[in-house]
């Protein structure tokens, strides 16, 4: 009878032993388990919280689809005043737009060009309070400081065109057409001294600009006559 211990099929037994299933660490199991107990615990208030962010985040995207909407419709508004009266609905429609500051200086400027001056200048110091940098604003407080002048409020007027020679982040041609203003301003009120003053000042700000070559015109055309000597002349002759 044959030894079980030196049988062939125990020592094939022996020699090549079965392999058997690898074990997951008791670790790794512990972890699935208690992620496992936690979303059983939890579950109800995790899909509410999934929800709720859906819901942000497709309000944020709704909410930039509207903005765009409304911005398109409001350049099309825009875009369709073309008369006085739709300018003015417009940027009555629209007082916190920036288009609707571009409107009112369109108005202002319109009312220029007609004569009305007393609205061209309410019109610009309306839109001199809401545009504050950049070449808009600079060309409305060109507009506002002319316009002051010749409504007679010469010092009001004369205050503002200098805010914008001032200025060296100003464009130099709208610098320029200030200085020359306040030129003709105080040409106009025979100021001689301050007419050679702005024109002094063109050349630094522009020497080559239409601008400075009239302002020395007006220097010229208002420099004082000098009286003739009746002595020199005797002496001549």
Known sequence: MPDPATSPGSKQAAGNPTPSAPRASGGLLLTEERLH???????????????LVSLVVLAKYGWEHYLEQQETEVQQAYSGATTVDLL????????????A?????????????????AEARDDYGHVSLFLKT?????????GLG???????ETA????????????KTVYEATRAEAAYQLAS??????????????????MQISPNSPWTERAFALET??????????????IGK
């Open 221 to 234: 055309e208002t420099a004082p006559t000098r009286p003739v000597n009746p002595q020199a002349i005797s």
């Open 134 to 142: 950049g070449p808009l604003a600079a060309r409305t407080l060109l």
């Open 185 to 202: 301003a105080a040409a106009a009120a025979g100021r001689h001294e301050d007419v050679e003053k702005y024109a002094a000042q063109l």
């Open 101 to 117: 500051h571009i409107a009112e200086l369109r108005l202002a400027d319109q009312a220029y060009a007609a004569g009305r001056l």
């Open 37 to 51: 107990q936690f979303w059983l615990n939890n579950r109800s208030y995790i899909t509410l919280l999934i929800a």
């Open 146 to 152: 002319v316009s002051q002048i010749q409504t007679g």
């Open 156 to 167: 009001e007027g004369e205050a503002t065109l200098k805010q914008l020679t001032d200025d």
């Open 88 to 99: 003015r609905k417009f940027a009555a429609d629209h007082p916190n737009h920036m288009l």
